[in-house]
């Protein structure tokens, strides 16, 4: 018996799901393109991660900030120590979960 990749188990699951990370892939590279952040789809993940680097240095450079709000649904694992630490001194942190009630 072979062993599935996560992603395998996950297509077996979702039909569409190639075609979903496909779509977001377009999306992402495009917001990025217009953010000056050219992408070839081949990069490694130290590339973007040294791309995004440049990008949050260009985004402190064009500061400061009253209110930074985090990405949608901020987790344990979707905000790093040394951003927060980028931005110390800024006065408000914002943090939606998207959950509405009533």
Request: glycine fraction near 10%; aromatic fraction near 6%; avoid cysteine.
């Amino acid at each position: 018996m072979n062993e599935e990749s996560f992603e395998e188990q996950q297509e077996a699951l979702d039909p569409h799901r190639r075609e979903e990370r496909d779509f977001a892939a377009l999306e992402i590279s495009g917001r990025l393109r217009q953010k000056g952040v050219l992408l070839t789809g081949r990069e490694t993940s130290s590339q973007l991660d040294d791309l995004m680097h440049g990008l949050r240095g260009k985004i402190f450079a064009a500061g400061p900030y009253v209110l930074i709000k985090t990405a949608h649904h901020t987790s344990y694992n979707g905000l790093e120590e040394s951003l927060l630490q980028e931005y110390e001194g800024n006065p408000l942190l914002v943090h939606s979960s998207g959950n509405v009630y009533g």
